[in-house]
């Protein structure tokens, strides 16, 4: 009898400590939620403190951890004054213990100072996911997993690595003779430049995808009979450009001459859309092809 009385306690204790966990982490979870939407949607950074964190908060970070309130502080700081237009939303979030793992969303255009960074005016939008450790209801450690090279890219520090794939597309359709295509890749405020002394640069620059298609594309079938482009390399660079090294092979209508010109494309990119055009030429060498 005894020993049933002691199974029927020790059961009843269990639930009860299970419930005052699952009650806890629901608490954890909520209350961390509620934080982190006023301090970054809302701005108000001064709830980084000592009522909601524990005094030795830690992110772990490389080169090395951010620690403590102030420091901690100061770090989320360059997301406020960096970024307008915040958007920062929990996916998911779930728990067990003193440990919350949750899915999170950032959207925000870069207006100010971030980390060194001066403002660009892009646009971001990431997600990623951040393991927490709660003590006694604070929060007391986090750690941020998101891809960096998405994040820096859309910034503008570093170049999307699509962008290869978007000027390798511009040189397929060119050469398919899909120009339509080709200005759908292009921003509706594209500078396009053509190389100085080119017949061509008399519209220098060319705003916009219709100044170039009358400006250049246009004119390219009025003045050649033949015009291919070949031996086409494509190199990324710093800063979302791509240079295009690459020959001219064309007969030039009026004289029935061939060229056979090298040539060099600096491509410049945002948000996916070509942004600038820079041709640099022999221009001698085309010159002298179209005298008769």
């Known amino acids: 009898m005894k020993k049933h009385i002691l199974a029927t306690a020790l059961f009843f204790l269990s639930i009860t400590l299970a419930t005052a966990q699952k009650s806890t982490i ?127 890219g859309q910034l503008g520090s570093t170049s999307n690595p699509k962008n290869i794939g978007i000027i390798d597309t511009v040189y397929s359709n060119f050469s398919k003779g899909d120009i339509p295509s080709v200005l759908a890749l292009m921003d509706p405020n594209i500078i396009w430049n053509e190389a100085e002394s080119n017949s061509l640069a008399d519209g220098n620059p060319y705003i916009g995808p219709d100044a170039v298609l009358n400006g250049v594309f ?25 240079l295009a090294t690459l020959r001219y092979d064309a007969i030039i209508k009026k004289t029935g001459n061939a060229i056979d010109v090298q040539v060099a494309h600096l491509w410049s990119l945002k948000n996916g859309k070509i942004i600038g055009f820079q041709q640099y030429a022999d221009t001698k060498k085309l010159a002298d092809a179209e005298m008769e």
Do not use: C
């Open 26 to 152: 629901e608490n954890d979870i909520k209350m961390y939620t509620e934080v982190w939407d006023h301090i970054i949607n809302n701005g108000e950074i001064h709830l980084i403190n000592a009522d909601n964190f524990d005094e030795n908060i830690t992110a772990i970070s490389n080169p090395e951890n951010i620690v403590g309130i102030p420091s901690f502080k100061a770090y989320y700081q360059n997301f406020i004054t960096g970024f307008s237009n915040r958007e920062f939303k929990v996916i998911k979030a779930f728990g067990m213990g003193d440990k919350i793992a949750k899915h999170w969303e950032f959207k925000g255009t870069h207006t100010g100072m971030f980390f060194g960074i001066p403002a660009t005016g892009n646009k971001v939008h990431v997600q990623g996911v951040t393991l927490v450790k709660m003590k006694n209801g604070k929060i007391a450690e986090e750690q941020d997993f998101m891809d960096n090279t998405v994040f820096m």
């Open 218 to 242: 246009g004119r390219l079938g009025d003045k050649y009979s033949s015009f291919k482009l070949k031996n086409i390399e494509l190199h990324n660079m710093s800063n979302n450009k791509v």
